[in-house]
């Protein structure tokens, strides 16, 4: 669950998510999708939250070869 910073935009935190993505495709790593979700209905209208955020994996091989890589990132 994550909240914007003040000044941020939620376009700005797609692009990040997409640059993301691309940098982590050219270490090696596929099979796997990020998203961004905003509020919508069914969200609690005190929710404290602008937006959250999902990665998932297609297959469990690619996420755990992603996992066991991880503490080599910088």
């Not at 700005?12 to 998203?35: C, L, N, P, Y």
């Not at 979700?37 to 602008?50: K, M, R, V």
């Not at 996992?67 to 080599?72: D, P, S, V, W, Y």
């Amino acid at each position: 669950d994550c909240t914007l910073n003040d000044g941020a935009t939620l376009q700005q935190v797609i692009d990040t998510q997409a640059r993301h993505g691309e940098m982590t495709k050219q270490s090696g790593f596929s099979d796997w999708s990020s998203h961004v979700f905003t509020p919508y209905l069914g969200f609690e209208p005190d929710w404290p939250y602008d937006y959250v955020k999902m990665n998932h994996w297609y297959t469990l091989e690619h996420r755990g070869g992603y996992c066991q890589c991880l503490a080599g990132f910088p």
